[in-house]
């Protein structure tokens, strides 16, 4: 878990923190006594967890596009960051395929312009760049469960370009942020699943549809119902990449990339999770199959966190039934009216007194 004593007045930037994961990292860091500034475009969605929780009351908030480099090192200057973890993205596989060349710029050009403006600001010291587990070449005849050490690539635009992600990330570790760099600045890459949790309201994602359809008393439309994934609870990767930052500060060694997922037997299919969330609602749903012609996914997606189990001391707290519970008393918190930020850091705070599964 996150050590409160390390991040109590440490100064962190987050890009894309108006964002699902973002919003829920924002409030954690704040909660442990961390300076956050925040860089990221205005929320996408309405309602969106940011406004829901108001979590600009926990950061330094700053509107900016991650491909507006002068904005960005600007910001950077001005904030001067100890540690940037870096999440802004368009993260979506089926949008990648209506906007490819956006999908590439934000993916692969942003992580640069962060890479570049952290390079002239001395202050950095880590810099945790979050890609994705579609960062792999699936060919779903591949391993069964994808490590670090499997060869990078991705068929959609958006794993493209988190696969290019990750090798830009591994070219600036060799070439700049090394030991002969002129800062001592360390560069680490997390590799994180499929996560569930409240506030997410994206479009074109099985949880918040699933969610939409509950609240609206509406058909629910599904593709791949077969298809597995590694879900997982929101709060579990943000925990690794905590605790991933807290080992680079201490140690060059642990600058790499690393897998965050969840433990064999949570990885379900989408068939299962839309039951699993509808029993715990309390309520059915008219579902049906999409069965139209759409772009290529892969059928079956699963990580090996091994490594980060045993040499990083990081481990799943949550079984998928708990994170899929957790998920919807949230909304369902949400439906009744209650005061969000204070049942967000309710869960935040669950989290901590938790023991790993």
Known sequence: MPNPSFWKGKKVLLTGHSGFKGTWLTMWLHDLGAHVAGYSLAPASAPNMFHLTEAANSCTNYV??????????????????DIIVHMAAQPLVRTSYLFPTETFQTNILGTVHVFEAARQTKSVRVIINVTSDKCYENTDTGPMFYKE???????DPYSASKGCSELITESYR????????PYDQRLASARAGNVIGGGDWAEDRLLPDI?????????LTIRNPHSVRPWQHVLEPLSGYLLLAEKCWADRA?????????????????????????????????????????????????????????????????????????????????????????????????FHELEGV
């Open 211 to 219: 969610v939409r359809a509950l609240l609206h008393s509406e058909p």
């Open 64 to 81: 900016g596009d991650i491909n507006d480099f002068s904005r960005l090192l600007a910001v950077m200057t001005q904030t001067q960051p």
């Open 174 to 181: 060799q070439s700049f942020f090394h030991d002969h760099g």
């Open 254 to 350: 642990y600058c790499r990339g690393w897998n965050f997922g969840p433990m064999s037997q949570d990885m379900l299919t989408v068939e299962q999770i839309v039951k699993k969330t509808t029993a715990r609602w309390g309520k059915d749903l008219d579902i049906h199959e999409d069965y139209r012609a759409r772009p290529r996914e892969s059928a079956v997606l699963r990580l090996d966190s091994s490594d980060a189990i045993l040499r990083l001391g990081w481990r799943p707290k949550l079984s998928i039934h708990s994170a899929i519970e957790w998920t919807v008393d949230w909304y369902k918190s949400y439906e009744a009216g209650m005061n969000m930020r204070a049942y967000t850091l309710k869960q935040i705070e669950r």
């Open 149 to 155: 050490s499997d060869r990078i690539g991705g068929h």
